[in-house]
Nanobody, 130 residues
Framework: QVQLVESGGGLVQPGGSLRLSCATSGFSLETAHIGWFRQAPGKEREGVGCISSGIPSTYYPDSTQGRFTVSKDAAKGMVYLQMNSLTPEDTAVYYC???????????????????????WGQGTQVTVSS
């Protein structure tokens, strides 16, 4: 059974940091891309970064480049999202998702194409506020 479970969300002050974790099971991180996405109230879901299968490469939109870092421990089935210099605009529910067709599709993950991702976690709330 494919599962992704996010954890690590919470309340943080502006300028602070938070690390989210995504525990995966039922598939291998060697063959699946993992994306991180977020959705704020009243806004569309947006990608914040992704990490490719196998030898990892990471990709980010301009809004998170230099502040967010995606990493993984394939042996443990864990993916992480390190978030630094947080602002209130980063407040959202954060989701990790798996693209298990990665090998047939592209060597590069995509934070733009959420429709590539076939399995999603339940999300974890991140609130940035003083």
């Amino acid at each position: 059974q494919v599962q992704l479970v996010e954890s690590g969300g919470g309340l943080v002050q502006p300028g602070g940091s938070l690390r989210l974790s995504c525990a995966t099971s039922g598939f291998s991180l060697e063959t699946a891309h993992i994306g991180w996405f977020r959705q704020a109230p009243g806004k569309e879901r947006e990608g914040v970064g992704c990490i490719s299968s196998g030898i990892p490469s990471t990709y980010y939109p301009d809004s998170t480049q230099g502040r967010f870092t995606v990493s993984k421990d394939a042996a443990k089935g864990m993916v992480y999202l390190q978030m630094n210099s947080l602002t209130p605009e980063d407040t959202a529910v954060y989701y990790c998702a798996a693209d298990r067709q990665a090998g047939a599709r592209s060597n590069m993950c995509s934070w733009r194409r959420d429709f590539w991702y076939d399995s999603w976690g339940q999300g974890t709330q991140v609130t940035v506020s003083s």
